[in-house]
């Protein structure tokens, strides 16, 4: 089996402030993903990421961006942090084909507050 | 766009009552859609449930089922008879097998009584 690391797993910024998050995976999984949770909106798609240096955006890019330099590790920037923010980030790995294509496994999360 | 509604909850149920949580979905920009259900159980990771990927089939685990309807764009999950520890947070979600992104719906909140 294998394991997706999310680091940090809190993130306190300030209004403004660039903020990174990175996540980390060990399945050999082509795709990966960065989702936003919010209380009462499900996931929403920020960026994933079909295979090394590939970026797809998701409806959620705006204020954000993603780099996939090698395989195994996906970082998610926040540009700029608003104030008041509170959310948690998922990130997410699949086979890129066959039949578990897009079935997706998780992290346990970046939980983001913004002072 | 793409997009995944399903009930919206919480929704209770009594232990050994029946249970359906209803998913749509919208593809226009996906040829083959794959569906799927994933689910969070309290103090655990989101983890796929089931999935099916051809129209018109079923999907099942755990005592859960969902049939993937074309003509209706629907994935409802459903089971004869929950359990307590059914009590959990579900997920449906969209994938597009041409491009390999996934949406997922709101989520819906389970909590069955005993």
């Known amino acids: 089996g294998g394991i997706i690391t999310q680091t940090p797993k809190f993130l306190i910024g300030q209004e403004g402030q660039k903020l990174t998050l990175k996540c980390q995976q060990n399945?050999?999984?082509?795709?990966m993903y960065w989702y936003r949770q919010d209380s009462g909106k499900g996931l929403r798609l920020i960026y994933y990421s079909i295979t090394e240096n590939d970026l797809q955006k998701g409806d959620l890019s705006e204020g954000y961006d993603a780099s996939r330099e090698k395989k195994s590790s996906f970082s998610l920037t926040v540009t700029s942090a608003q104030k008041n923010e509170m959310a948690v980030f998922l990130c997410?790995?699949?086979?890129?084909?066959?039949?578990?294509?897009?079935?997706?496994?998780f992290g346990a999360g970046t939980r983001l507050s913004v002072l | 766009g793409d997009s995944v509604t399903q009930t919206e909850g919480p929704v209770t149920v009594s232990e050994s009552e029946s249970l359906i949580i209803n998913c749509t979905y919208s593809a226009t920009s996906i040829a083959y859609p794959n569906l799927f259900w994933y689910v969070r159980y309290p103090g655990e990771g989101l983890q796929l449930l089931l999935k099916v990927i051809t129209a018109g089939q079923k999907g099942s685990s755990r005592g859960f089922e969902a049939t993937y309807n074309k003509e209706t764009t629907s994935f409802h999950l459903q089971k004869a008879s929950v359990q307590e520890s059914d009590s959990a947070v579900y997920y449906c979600a969209l994938g597009a097998s041409n491009t390999n992104k996934v949406v997922f719906g709101t989520g819906t909140r389970l909590q069955v009584l005993p």
């Open positions: 997410a790995s699949s086979m890129g084909q066959g039949s578990s294509q897009n079935t997706l496994y």
């Open positions: 399945f050999n999984h082509d795709t």
